[in-house]
Nanobody, 114 residues
Framework: QVQLVESGGGLVQAGESLRLSCAIS????????MRWYRQGTGMRELVAQW??????FYPDSVKDRFRVSRDYDPNMMYLQMNGLQPEDTAVYYC?????????WGQGTQVTVSS
């Protein structure tokens, strides 16, 4: 059974940094795409996409502040978040999109105080 477990969230002040981790287990196939989403008071929002061909994607709201990376041993995905602002406050989720149905973690809370 595929499982994603996020960690690394917490309470920080504006301008500080956090590094989120997503532990991946139960995988028996090649992962070509992984994503980080967040959900604050509104809809769930894509904040980073990792592709196996090495071309990450970031929306303008986090571009130049967030960076996604991937390790294979251990099997992890990371989200380095710099220059955090109160509007970055949300629950952050890692995700694997699949045709058979996306896989989601349980999320980790990030709270940024002003």
């Amino acid at each position: 059974q595929v499982q994603l477990v996020e960690s690394g969230g917490g309470l920080v002040q504006a301008g500080e940094s956090l590094r989120l981790s997503c532990a991946i287990s139960g995988i028996n196939f090649t992962i070509n795409t992984m994503r980080w989403y967040r959900q604050g008071t509104g809809m769930r929002e894509l904040v980073a996409q990792w592709l196996s061909d090495g071309t990450p994607f970031y929306p303008d709201s986090v571009k130049d502040r967030f960076r996604v990376s991937r390790d294979y041993d251990p099997n992890m995905m990371y989200l380095q978040m710099n220059g955090l602002q109160p509007e970055d406050t949300a629950v952050y989720y890692c995700n694997i999109p699949l045709n058979t149905g996306d896989i989601w973690g349980q999320g980790t809370q990030v709270t940024v105080s002003s």
